[in-house]
């Protein structure tokens, strides 16, 4: 595939060299009881400064802070640090005590696993207490200092990720400029979703390729590794040759066919699981979650009902069932992005209108169950990726789609390259503007180790880019 003109210039952005940082001395106090989200705060905008000592004495420098995270996981990611000189990028996670790593679950929990620090605000005594994750490595711990930070806590709370160096070029740069280096990204990130797409079908078969890649899409943005591996532990073929039993399989690897489930359930849920569980227990000793099979870790933490994995995973069975219509919608020669919609509306459950969940009571109205939002990821990451190196009128229609509404790392990204710009919001508003901050995200800020000093991008977007 020969990349677009525009796309093709994207690469020229990409060049990276991160010096590590120098280091200083800090200090350590007693603790009073304090307010946890306040000192998280304290600690973002800087208030502790950027040097210490770990409990072992080694001395850490923090380069960049990373992003504050206010759903799951550790409360700080993508830091990076320098430790007795080595530079580390990973998540920070800031405890009142030592023990409360063990007592909140983190050393048990995969989501922490890439702790690269764990800040303490006191110590109760009692010995040692060590920070380890799920695979047993050791956390370096820090205890900060209460008594050193200045400012006050009347301050408002810093923003959740702080603005980039290249915030001022941008702004310089004007509009069409910008529009113009988005569009170059968009279009690189495309190119790069179709070149993944082919090679998977190369390998397993057009077919099997965009029931991958819809899973994928119907995963966005928690569940997107769960309904990816659960397409492929269940191929298309085998759910289509198995018609009657394809249901109660993807409910069954999903792990969601548990008699804990089927007794808390109403009468209605219990009825429907009770159809599953007539197929699904022929299937259950060879495809059961569990050895030698790892189960799929569902992320529902900060997951609305109408996206809970289970109405995806109901929206995958229909997808299935309509496999012949939704596989010839799909041909790119005549691909047309209403019929899809329209095919999209006719998509049908008894069940599933009406329920977010297992757990969850039935609704007045029906919901779609492959709506507005769902339909514009697979329009993104499936359909125009695959039509767009032969087909012009496809990016048109690309950059026609809006941008989903609660995208957190999107906006992580449009704060740090646009905050205060006076376009953001004609910068930001359409799907192909967020995939492009994405892709400047993912090449630039998550690869940068020096909080902006060596990045390129500012002087590579304030060159003469495009004619
Ligand atoms: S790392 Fe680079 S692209 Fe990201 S905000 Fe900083 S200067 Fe901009």
Known sequence: MNPSPPAARYPDFLAHHFPPAALAEPSCANSPE?????????????????????TDGKPVALIDFGWWNHGAGPDFRDCVLSLDGETKRGSIELDRDARDWDHHGHSANPAYRDTILHLQ?????????????????????VRLDLASPTGDFQNPPPAAARPGRCLHVFRQLGFAKTIAILEAAARYRLERKAARLQRTA????????????????????????????????????????????AAALLFGVSGFLSGQ???????????????????WWR?????????????????????????????????????????????????????????????????????????????SPPSAKPRALLGKNRLNEILANVCYPLLLPNHDAAWNAFRQLPAPIDNEK??????????????????TSKLW??????????????????????????????????P
């Open 34 to 54: 304090p307010d946890e989200l306040a000192w998280q705060s304290r600690w973002f905008a800087g208030d502790f400064g950027r040097n210490f000592l770990t």
């Open 121 to 141: 605000l006191g110590h109760r005594s009692g010995g040692d207490w060590f920070t380890r994750t799920d695979q047993h490595l050791l956390v370096p711990q």
């Open 202 to 245: 190369a390998i397993h078969g057009r077919d099997q390729m965009l029931f991958q890649a819809i899973a994928d899409a119907l995963g966005y943005s928690r569940n997107r590794l769960p309904l990816t591996v659960l397409a492929q532990r269940l191929p298309l073929k085998l759910l289509i040759n198995r018609p009657d039993d």
């Open 261 to 279: 489930t089927f007794d808390h359930a109403d009468r209605d849920t219990q009825r429907w699981l009770r159809t599953l569980w007539d197929q």
């Open 283 to 359: 299937y259950r000793d060879a495809y059961a979650p569990g050895l030698p099979r790892l189960p799929l870790h569902w992320n529902l933490t900060g997951t609305r009902p109408l996206n809970h994995p289970q109405r995806r995973v109901a929206t995958l069975h229909l997808l299935v069932k309509h496999w012949p219509t939704l596989r010839r919608l799909l041909q790119p020669d005549t691909f047309s992005e209403k019929a899809l919609r329209r095919f999209a509306a006719t998509l049908r459950h008894p069940y599933w209108d009406l329920h977010c969940t297992l757990q």
């Open 410 to 427: 999107t906006r992580r990204a449009s704060l740090r390259l646009f905050s205060g710009h006076p376009d953001q919001a004609r910068l």
């Open 433 to 466: 503007q967020q995939q492009a901050l994405l892709q400047i995200y993912e090449d630039f800020c998550l690869a940068d180790n020096s909080a902006c000093a060596t990045c390129p991008m500012p002087e590579q977007a304030a060159a003469p880019l495009l």
